[in-house]
């Protein structure tokens, strides 16, 4: 009995959403009322809830004297220009243009801190300063004692951190002794300077998600939580952190964000050195155009190598004959191919994001530009077909195979100013995650290249990263007076020789060139299709990487997974039972000489699914416990484990369980719809409401479909790019940047 309540309460929750959804629909959406809180639409607060006087923040060259090192690096880096730097201050001012200086507290809690709790972002009044700079520090944007006096950090979004008043000293404690010391009294006294510097907190990944990891709440766009990116949820999800069972890649050694962002370099001039090493203060990453801007070259030249440093992978991995369907693959380095004069082929394409423990890109990908750039050229040494150049005036080809999103406001109007204030939806967001892969297909016309009987064929393909696109550079250069030209910067390249003939008794290979082996190709390739929902192709190629590596049964359970997905809710569950066999197989595999835990559990997490599936709920209750277990951070175990065990009517121990995933991520909505009849049911009313409003305000845009569908009628020439498996040719629509008339506009 109490079970049907609890889905009967559910209902009910659902039926809310529906209502809602036809309340919010249509219209501009009202701007919010001034926040009136100190640091509110900020995250961010202080341990008393009072402000700190800008002259008890340190400047950084206080710390130059012992830190040198970590001096230069920092002077160099990111954060030292957040605040300052014209491509996100343009942003800024235009929220502080249209909505008044208090609603630039939510940017500005990670970018310009200290003006924030300084008090210094409150409507102009006797001597406040109207534009930034706002503090003698702001050109330090995110200055030492920032970061280091920051003592809480939550997972909501946007600046959830909480800091205290700064201080160079600390007792046994922990508690701060204020005021300026000199040199020599903190030297006198080591430990107690790292007690009020170096607090455990700064070594977590959770410390860097507090502004990682982004969101828009009520109070800045007076409609609800609007999620951003979260490269912090990217990176706790993946093969880099060790805490999630379902990655297609493990990384050998749990990394976090320092170890990426934060390496230790030699040091020869910083007290804080440790065997003749610290940890960079450059926190080298993707931004060329802050550093190139203040002409700090070293920045710019650190960045390109660090984006060169095998972060992302491309193969071209097979081409297709476009009148049969055949594939041809993995094309090795030297291909000799049958294919005749006037022949279509279409050439597939992996893209691997093989080291970033988020997604490629990362982060503003609004305002990013990355893309494939691909090329063919005949024996002559003629490029017949090329997608992905830059035009005279350095804008990218309009139809190039890009990596980027766009985000609408309520009107299905593209945003090109970062002004996330006004956000409703993604309409578009082709991004890699971790570990994963995507597939970019190129078709051209073996006629093209001049062909009579034999020649070669050269295809070449690069990944290519600006850190902004060419409009959004030119808008800023241009309230700045300057000229400048953003590096592009070549991430990845693969070349592939192919020699064509009429002949079709030629040999199918040629002489592999390829590191990467074989089998793990043919995984990459699987992981593409597999993200474009072309499930039988992705079956196959995971198959085809398991005959080549049949020591590894995680190819066996990605197999299992692609025959999964293609199951269409038939009686029989024919796709089901092959997932099944595939699992099994996995799990008594003989050939595997060690067994992985990580294979082994992945294999039992979705034959746990599958039983589910076929009714036996019991069995795969009792798969998952294990798992949940030994996986207590993985939110996709802890969701499925709550789940089931919510199927079976255990409330008490589903509730556990999606009281679980909200700890790894108090956003996840999908927990919170849970969440809401489970306390309900146990008569705790106030939490239950809390739970629905939190369902309410952190589930995506209920008008998101229709948004997007406004857009993508306007736009057409987008509309291919929508479809996960599309193909780039001579004649591909041209996309342009959305500007002027077709923008949101600035408000």
């Not at 009020?196 to 700064?202: C, D, H, N, S, T």
């Not at 006004?422 to 062909?451: E, H, M, Q, W």
């Not at 590596?549 to 039972?577: K, S, Y």
């Not at 306007?714 to 500007?739: C, F, K, M, N």
């Amino acid at each position: 009995m109490r079970f049907c309540k609890i889905v009967l309460l559910l209902v009910v929750v659902c039926a809310g959403v529906a209502g809602w959804r036809t309340a919010s629909a249509g219209g501009e959406r009202p701007v919010p009322s001034k926040p009136t809180a100190p640091f509110s639409p900020s995250n961010a607060r202080t341990e008393d809830g009072k402000l700190i006087p800008v002259e008890q923040f340190f400047s950084a060259a206080r710390c130059l004297n012992c830190h040198q090192d970590t001096h230069e690096g920092w002077s160099q880096s990111l954060h030292r220009n957040a605040a300052r730097e014209p491509f996100y201050r343009e942003s800024a001012d235009i929220l502080l243009g249209t909505r008044g200086i208090e609603f630039t507290r939510h940017c500005e809690s990670c970018h310009t801190p200290v003006a924030l709790f300084s008090g210094a972002l409150v409507s102009a009044a006797d001597g406040m300063q109207k534009t930034a700079p706002f503090t003698p520090l702001d050109h330090e944007g995110v200055t030492c004692s920032v970061c280091h006096s920051i003592t809480d950090a939550r997972l909501d979004g946007t600046g959830s951190f909480t800091i205290r008043r700064p201080a160079l000293l600390a007792n046994e404690d922990g508690s701060p002794i204020f005021g300026d010391f000199s040199d020599e009294q903190i030297l006198a006294d080591v430990p107690a300077h790292k007690r009020a510097v170096m607090r455990p907190l700064l070594r977590s990944p959770e410390f860097c998600s507090t502004c990682h990891k982004v969101d828009a709440p009520p109070s800045l766009n007076g409609y609800k939580h609007i999620r951003g990116f979260s490269a912090y949820d990217e990176w706790q999800q993946s093969g880099a952190s060790h805490e999630s069972l379902l990655t297609f890649y493990r990384r050998p050694e749990r990394a976090d964000c320092r170890d990426c962002h934060m390496p230790r370099i030699g040091s020869a001039n910083d007290r804080s050195a440790k065997q003749g090493k610290i940890a960079s203060h450059h926190f080298p990453g993707a931004n060329t155009a802050a550093p190139l801007f203040y002409d700090q070259k070293a920045q710019v030249e650190l960045t390109q190598s660090f984006l060169q440093t095998d972060v992302v992978e491309v193969d071209i991995f097979a081409v297709r004959r476009v009148s049969t369907g055949e594939l041809i693959a993995p094309l090795a380095g030297n291909q000799p191919l049958a294919l005749r004069p006037g022949e279509e082929i279409t050439a597939e394409v992996v893209v691997s994001n093989r080291n970033a423990a988020h997604t490629f890109p990362p982060e503003v990908r609004d305002l990013y530009e990355a893309w494939v750039e691909f090329e063919a050229i005949d024996g002559a040494g003629k490029r017949f077909f090329h997608s992905g150049f830059l035009k005279p005036d350095q804008t990218l080809d309009e139809s190039a195979h890009v990596y980027k999103q766009i985000i609408l406001d309520e009107m299905g109007r593209h945003i090109t100013r970062h002004q996330i204030w006004t956000t409703n939806i993604k309409a578009y967001d082709n991004t890699i995650f971790p570990g994963r892969s995507d597939v970019a297909r190129f078709r051209l016309r073996i006629a093209d290249c001049g062909l009579r009987n034999d020649c070669s064929l050269t295809l070449r393909a690069r990944v290519n990263y600006r850190r902004l696109n060419q409009e959004y550079t030119n808008y800023v250069l241009r309230q700045q007076k300057r000229e400048l030209r953003l590096p592009v910067v070549r991430m990845a390249e693969a070349t592939a020789r192919l020699a064509v003939a009429e002949s079709p008794d030629m040999p199918k290979r040629g002489t592999a060139a390829a590191i990467t082996p074989d089998w793990k190709r043919w995984n990459d390739y699987g992981i593409g299709l597999l993200e474009q929902a072309q499930y039988g192709a992705a079956a196959e190629a995971f198959r085809q990487a398991s005959v080549l590596h049949p020591q590894d049964a995680n190819l066996l359970v990605n197999v299992a997974i692609a025959e999964m997905r293609t199951e269409r809710f038939g009686p029989e569950l024919e796709q089901f039972r092959k997932a099944e066999e595939l699992l099994n197989r996995a799990l008594e595999n003989p050939q595997s000489a060690i067994r992985n835990p990580q294979s082994e559990g992945r294999a039992r997490f979705y034959l746990a699914l599958v039983w589910r599936a076929q009714g036996k709920l019991r069995e795969a209750a009792e798969a998952l416990t294990p798992l949940a277990r030994a996986y207590p951070r993985d939110r996709e175990v802890q969701r499925q484990f709550a789940q089931t065990l919510y199927s079976l009517g255990r409330l008490t121990e589903a509730r556990t369980g999606f009281e679980a995933v909200i700890g790894i991520d108090p956003t996840d909505f999908l927990a919170w719809q849970f969440l809401a009849p489970l306390y309900a049911g146990e008569g705790r009313s106030q939490e239950a409401e809390r739970a629905q409003a939190l369902y309410f305000q952190w589930r995506d845009d209920p008008r998101a479909e229709s948004i997007a569908a406004r857009f993508f009628a306007a736009h057409p020439q987008w509309a291919d790019e929508r479809i996960g498996s599309h193909t780039h040719d001579q004649h591909s629509a041209r996309r342009p940047v959305l500007a002027g008339f077709h923008a949101a506009p600035e408000k």
